[in-house]
């Protein structure tokens, strides 16, 4: 008996020609390259200025992105909101996405909370995160939880040993990982406060290099910007 190979399609069948994060937006509304988009309500794009020096990658929405179609909108964002505020970054200046742009629901009644994509769903929205941070060209990219991590810096990658390491990647000069606020709300009571911690002492590191590439595009010859 013969068996007829599958034929599969690449998520590259489905990214634009314009690649601009406009352009990348609208064609991730039809993107059919893996199952998930018939249990989602809708694609969850990244969300944020196309020419933010910052990008946070997520894992994969939750029940509430889904609904509201942003990343973020739920429980882990309102974390994230609160950290973000604490170390002083503007959340109206960064850009923040998902490695998968589809919630996945579990066997029970939908939840905030998603049921973890496969490597199979997770290698198809791979090039779409890679295109985002092409036209972006950040100066600083935060991997959220383990499986931003892992997609960009490597399989091998442990949040819990290596995260607040800073390295240069492909994809900015300044890349940094850390725990994803959902995994704080759901760890254990004896361990939350000291995960919390660690991750806002990264949030930290990341305020400061934010803070520190604005001073360095500060022209001070810029007449403008200076007092009378």
């Known amino acids: 008996m013969i068996r007829q190979r599958q034929i599969e399609t690449s998520a590259a069948d489905f990214i634009p020609q314009d690649r601009s994060i406009d352009g990348l937006r609208l064609a991730a509304r039809t993107c059919r390259d893996c199952e998930l ?7 969850v794009f990244g969300e944020g200025p196309s020419d933010a020096r910052a990008v946070f990658v997520g894992d994969q929405p939750g029940g509430e992105d889904d609904r509201e179609g942003r ?7 309102k974390l994230l909101d609160a950290v973000l505020q604490e170390v002083g970054i503007d959340r109206r200046q960064i850009y923040l996405t998902n490695v998968v742009k589809h919630f996945k629901s579990g066997r029970r009644e939908r939840e905030h909370r998603a ?3 496969t490597s199979r769903e997770i290698h198809a929205w791979i090039p779409w995160l890679e295109a985002e941070l092409e036209a972006i060209r950040p100066e600083v990219v935060i991997c959220l939880g383990a499986m931003a991590a892992q997609s960009l810096l490597g399989p091998t990658f442990r949040v819990s040993r290596q995260h607040g390491q800073i390295r240069p990647t492909a994809w900015a000069p300044w890349t940094i990982a850390t725990f994803h606020p959902a995994a704080i709300l759901h760890c254990p009571d004896a361990i939350r406060a000291d995960i919390q911690q660690a991750f806002v002492a990264d949030m930290k590191l990341v305020a400061e290099r934010m803070r520190t590439i604005e001073f360095t595009h500060h022209d001070p010859g810029d007449e403008s910007s200076r007092g009378a």
């Open 37 to 43: 988009h018939r249990e989602a309500t809708q694609t």
């Open 71 to 77: 990343p973020f909108a739920g429980p882990a964002g």
């Open 115 to 117: 049921a973890k994509a």
